[in-house]
């Protein structure tokens, strides 16, 4: 999940890494939670549907947590990618 935050700064230099890992440990939760539940849900039983179709209400989703935590937050060390979840589930032809 890491890899959906993306570094912006010089991660050599051991102040900006603890300043990269104190910023996004204030996020991930909330990132690795759509993440966890479309996963779930997709093998839970008891949810039936398309893939396209819980694919499609996680995606809405991420771009919400995305966009909530962009007007509640101020990044200086990341940045949030906002095509990770299209970019790893979306259904490839």
Known sequence: ?????VPVIDMNNRH???KFIREASNIIEDLELVNA???????DE???????S????YLDQWQQVISMLIKSHKFT??????????NNYQIQI
């Open 1 to 5: 999940m890491m890899n959906a935050i």
């Open 16 to 18: 900006n890494r603890r």
């Open 37 to 43: 539940s479309f996963i779930y849900e997709l093998f």
């Open 46 to 52: 008891s949810h039936p549907g398309s893939y396209q």
């Open 54 to 57: 819980i694919y499609s209400k």
């Open 77 to 86: 060390s990341f940045a949030i990618d906002r095509m990770w979840f299209a």
